[in-house]
């Protein structure tokens, strides 16, 4: 199972890591902690990672962006 795609939520401490195939279903559900982050990814094939555009999000995308992965920032605004 070849995994396309890996969910982010940054404002986290310890990080939930969902990797979705190529038919959109989770394929690896994974937890890792601040520390080892980069390092987990670093390890994962290239694919297209989704991260909410949080005040940290610029700077990890740059760092996933170096390892061939592709960043997709998502803003999701809050209503009131």
Avoid: N, Y
């Avoid at 795609?5 to 890591?17: C, E, R, S, V």
């Avoid at 890792?32 to 005040?55: F, I, N, S």
């Amino acid at each position: 199972m070849t995994v396309t795609t890996l969910g982010m939520d940054l404002a986290k401490g310890i990080f939930p890591l969902p990797r979705v195939d190529g038919r959109g279903k989770v394929a690896v559900q994974k937890r890792v902690t601040h520390d080892k982050l980069l390092a987990t990814v670093a390890q994962l094939p290239r694919c297209v990672m989704g991260m909410e555009a949080w005040a940290s999000a610029q700077s990890w995308a740059q760092e996933f962006q170096k390892l061939g992965h592709t960043v997709k920032l998502v803003s999701l605004a809050l209503t009131p």
